[in-house]
């Protein structure tokens, strides 16, 4: 029985209490690869999501912070970064998913 457990097992903990117990990735000091590969990708979103925010963030947006931020956008979602439907959710209304409201 080895006495050192915490120290070789994932200490990922999920939503309902339990512990992953895959075996912790040799150079990762506490996740196994699956969640140390899942905490890089949602690490790499976050800051995607800054560098995206920061195009956007003054009160007057050009259009080359426009096409910087939807660069920005396209090479998250490329990169696995970014889900495809946040991507689309975040480019704009689209006429066959999300149609503009009728002037009444
Ligand atoms: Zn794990």
């Given at each position: 029985m080895s006495t050192n457990r915490s120290n070789d097992r994932c200490s990922f903990t999920f939503?309902?209490?339990r512990h992953c117990r895959t075996p912790r990735q040799t150079d990762h000091p506490y996740l196994c690869s699956f969640h140390?590969?899942?905490?890089?990708q949602a690490l790499a979103g976050q800051e995607a999501g800054k560098d995206i925010a920061y195009h956007l963030s003054g009160s007057y947006v050009s259009a080359c912070d426009?096409?910087?931020?939807?660069?920005r956008l396209f090479a998250a979602v490329a990169q696995g970064q970014v889900k495809p439907k946040t991507a689309s959710?975040?480019?704009?209304?689209?006429?066959r998913t999300n149609p503009a409201?009728?002037?009444?």
């Open positions: 939503a309902d209490g140390a590969r899942k905490e890089a426009l096409s910087s931020a939807l660069g959710t975040l480019s704009g209304p689209n006429p409201p009728s002037p009444k």
